[in-house]
């Protein structure tokens, strides 16, 4: 049965320096959770206060209803996937696998079992007799899973586990993790700075910034309504461009033109649009700027321009498709008002 998780209030500080402040969030069962923000922001410091490698300083943390704080990592059933792959060189992959429960003195024929079952389901049966030095970064983070699978834990955690890959191995090992999630119904939390990982693979995203929680959502209404700047900036790729912007009478005002939107605009200073939800095609919505083709991207699927408005601000559009731009020409920019976002001098999203 999977396992929720309540973190109440939950403070860290390393003497007089706090670094995560008050966070309040709930994981239901089952659900991957994805803890995303820029280095620094406290995500791995709260994974590892939820895995009992970390003592609270203060507020309660919840599994089950159960109150956790002073419980140790051991007893909490909870297995732990780290950045580092930490296998031991000297023993073969099977001896890795089984050692965790071995320590624990679990009957042979247990430790047999559940290791040929994690390796079913990571698919490395014919890995089991070779040594980590025999195996690639993928295969190795696939046998650092396995061990954590082993150990039937209740939750699974990790900590940026994909990033001493390369990007081809990182998009296959994030296809595996999330199969296994599938497959095995678990809770998860995943920490990443990388918001592809999490807009891929989570239920739930919570973006992290300075010890405090921006927002917590499914990926979908974080990319469609975020809360503000720092998380409509930081989910999407490439980011969301952010022009200045002001409103006269009701119409808002941004790259030299007006535009009427369908909701109140009063206090806007910024005006946010996705490069996606750029065009440079007539007819396709509602022109707003000339701009100058600085560079272009063809990466075969998409054409990336990066352009610059009239009043010097940069702009990122994303076509679909092979688009033929002229470098340095200058080009209509077409957007759909019901797309647009804006944002007031706060930076907080206006509604």
Do not use: W
């Amino acid at each position: 049965m999977a396992t929720r998780i309540e973190l109440k209030q939950i403070k860290k500080a390393y003497g007089e320096v706090a670094v995560i402040h008050g966070v309040d969030l709930t994981i239901d069962p089952g659900e991957f959770t994805v803890f995303v923000g820029p280095s620094g922001c406290g995500k791995s410091t709260l994974l590892r206060m939820i895995a009992g490698l970390e003592p609270i300083t203060g507020g309660d943390l919840l599994i089950d209803g159960q109150r956790m704080n002073e419980v140790p990592a051991a007893r909490r059933g909870i297995a732990m996937v780290f950045q580092s792959y930490a296998l031991y060189p000297h023993m073969n992959v099977y001896q890795n696998l089984a050692f965790g429960l071995e320590t624990a003195k679990m009957p042979k024929h247990e430790i047999e079992s559940r290791v040929q079952r994690a390796a079913e389901i990571l698919k490395i049966e014919p890995l089991l007799k070779r040594k980590p030095k025999q195996l690639s970064g993928g295969q190795r983070q696939r046998v650092a899973i396995g061990r954590a699978i082993v150990r039937e834990p209740k939750i699974f955690l990790f900590d940026e586990p994909l990033s001493n890959l390369d990007a081809e191995l990182r998009v296959a090992m994030r296809v595996e993790i999330a199969k296994l999630h599938n497959d095995l119904g678990n809770t998860m939390i995943y920490v990443t700075h990388d918001q592809v990982e999490a807009m891929t693979m989570a239920d739930k995203i919570v973006v992290l910034r300075s010890g405090i929680i921006e927002q917590a959502g499914a990926p979908l209404e974080l990319y469609n309504n975020p809360r503000n700047l720092f998380v409509a900036g930081f989910i999407g790729s490439p980011k969301m461009n952010f022009l200045s912007a002001g409103a006269e009478g009701g119409v808002l005002r941004a790259a030299g033109s007006s535009l009427a939107l369908a909701r109140d605009v009063g206090g806007a200073k910024t005006l946010g649009i996705r490069p996606e939800h750029i065009t440079i095609v007539e007819g396709s919505g509602i022109k707003f700027a000339d701009v100058r083709v600085d560079l272009v991207e063809n990466l075969g699927g998409q054409t990336v321009v990066y352009a610059t408005t009239a009043d010097g601000e940069a702009l990122t559009i994303v076509l679909e498709g092979q688009r033929s731009v002229e470098l340095g020409s200058t080009v209509p920019a077409y957007l759909d008002p019901s797309k647009a976002h804006v944002f007031d001098a706060e930076g907080n999203a206006i509604r």
